[in-house]
T-cell receptor, first 116, second 112 residues
Framework: KAGVTQTPRYLIKTRGQQVTLSCSPI?????VSWYQQTPGQGLQFLFE???????NKGNFPGRFSGRQFSNSRSEMNVSTLELGDSALYLC???????????????FGEGSRLTVL | KNEVEQSPQNLTAQEGEFITINCSYS?????LHWLQQHPGGGIVSLFM???GKKKHGRLIATINIQEKHSSLHITASHPRDSAVYIC??????????????FGEGTQLTVNP
């Protein structure tokens, strides 16, 4: 099976711009979660999508949004970029277990965003 | 929100040593994740466990639900085990179990 694919791997933007990141999950995985990793805050949960619906959301401002398509691929968007948005953005896909909870996480390599 | 504490923050060992990394959390959970992150950022899931003990090769993870504590053990450590090890837990009443809170990580360095 192919792993989780994130694109782009690296990108540079300027303040005020917006960015869209893409995540293709492992085939058959219907849950996609997004995380932000910064040196100061560590790893933080952004949101999770399952069956094209946002099922869970972390404590991030509305500038951070996402969506999931019918093939389970997911995108996240950050609008009006700020310097503090510079981070490694990771997505993970997982199966959904019988009770509705997410299973083991499979991570992509991440998208490293630099905001100048 | 679940508070997660890992110890130690940094750990240096000699090749062959037995390693233990600890993780404590504040409230009851459905499952706990142990993750490994190598330089460059890639994260690999090592274990997801909700009770007892799991073993994969030289790695062993245990969890004590009553004490809200988990340990990750590495037997016969090797320089390729050098990485950051992170535990993560969901909050209580999170049916999806996806809204994870992460520990700060343990930087492990194994010297030859």
């Amino acid at each position: 099976k192919a792993g989780v694919t994130q694109t782009p791997r690296y990108l540079i933007k300027t303040r005020g711009q917006q960015v869209t990141l893409s995540c293709s999950p492992i085939s058959g995985h219907r849950s996609v979660s997004w995380y932000q990793q910064t040196p100061g805050q560590g790893l933080q949960f952004l949101f999770e999508y399952f069956s094209e619906t946002q099922r869970n959301k972390g404590n991030f401002p509305g500038r951070f949004s996402g969506r999931q398509f019918s093939n389970s691929r997911s995108e996240m968007n950050v609008s009006t970029l700020e310097l503090g948005d510079s981070a490694l953005y990771l997505c993970a896909s997982s199966e959904v277990l019988a009770g509705g909870s997410t299973g083991e996480l499979f991570f992509g390599e991440g998208s490293r965003l630099t905001v100048l | 929100k679940n508070e997660v504490e890992q110890s130690p923050q940094n750990l240096t060992a000699q090749e062959g040593e037995f390693i233990t990394i600890n993780c404590s959390y504040s409230v009851g959970i459905s499952a706990l994740h142990w993750l490994q992150q190598h330089p460059g950022g890639g994260i690999v899931s090592l274990f997801m466990l909700s009770s007892g003990k799991k073993k994969h090769g030289r790695l062993i993870a245990t969890i004590n639900i009553q004490e809200k504590h988990s340990s990750l053990h590495i037997t016969a450590s090797h320089p390729r085990d050098s990485a950051v090890y992170i535990c993560a837990v969901p909050p209580p009443l999170d049916a999806s179990g996806s809204r994870l809170t992460f520990g700060e990580g343990t930087q492990l360095t194994v010297n030859p």
